[in-house]
């Protein structure tokens, strides 16, 4: 991934709703390549992410920053589909799963989730492109190389101030297929306290029951 702009925790108000400006573009040599937004001094702002014109899918932003996915790679797509199919089968009616959907933490956080588990209460209008914090029971991060640390570190660290209960990191492990840790917040230290890892077999019974099989990998030797 590829950010924009300084990190910063800005904390001063902007209340104008026009478009952020965009980067011009005088050579002629350049026509035809996507124009990057000129960053404000404050960084952006979660509504920015509706109002900036043509930004790539899955735009998230992480301390007032742009970032820019790269192209996905099978482990990443793969686990995030398996998870998400039975995920989506056994979650009871009162709630949704949902992916390529962000979640707005604050003023300059709105992270996108490989999968969230929502209250279905939280939907009101078909299109939204985002869901409060409150409404968002567990998120799901497959850690990518590019982003091992946003994945690791910083994100867990944005879901757990943001009140979110639930965290389940999924990494790869090599030609067995993958290990999902599943974190539970501690209310104490605002922080999150490892539950428990999975390999073969993720059964938990928080935000929900869930019991998925971990091992459909399309690979025969597997293990």
């Known amino acids: 991934m590829a950010t924009l702009g300084d990190e910063n ?8 709703m026009s478009p952020p400006a965009v980067a011009a573009c005088p050579d002629p040599e350049l026509d035809g390549m996507m124009l990057l937004p ?4 404050d960084g952006f702002t979660a509504e920015d992410l509706d109002r900036i ?6 735009t998230e932003l992480i301390d007032g920053n742009l970032v ?13 589909t398996l998870l998400n199919r039975q995920m989506d089968a056994q979650a009871p ?3 949704i799963v949902c992916r390529e959907m962000t979640a707005v933490l604050g003023k300059r956080q709105r992270p996108e989730p490989d ?4 209250r279905s209460s939280a939907l009101r209008n078909p299109d939204d492109t985002w869901f409060a914090a409150e409404d968002v029971s567990l998120v799901v991060e497959v850690v990518s190389p590019e982003s091992e640390i946003r994945d690791r570190v910083r994100k867990p660290r944005l879901y757990a101030e943001a009140g979110i209960a639930h965290f389940w990191l ?3 492990e090599e030609r067995r297929g993958a290990t999902v840790h599943v974190y539970e917040l501690d209310p104490l230290t605002n922080q999150y306290a490892l539950v428990g890892s999975y390999r073969d077999r993720l ?17 025969p030797d597997r293990g």
């Open 9 to 16: 925790d800005p904390t001063t108000e902007d209340d104008a």
């Open 38 to 41: 000129m960053p404000p001094q």
């Open 53 to 58: 014109p043509n930004l790539p899918r899955h």
């Open 68 to 80: 820019f996915v790269s192209p996905q790679k099978f482990f990443h797509m793969f686990a995030v």
């Open 93 to 95: 009616a009162d709630f």
């Open 115 to 118: 999968l969230m588990l929502v």
């Open 170 to 172: 999924v990494e790869q």
């Open 203 to 219: 059964k938990v019974g928080g935000p929900c029951n869930f019991d998925i099989d971990l091992t459909q990998w399309p690979w």
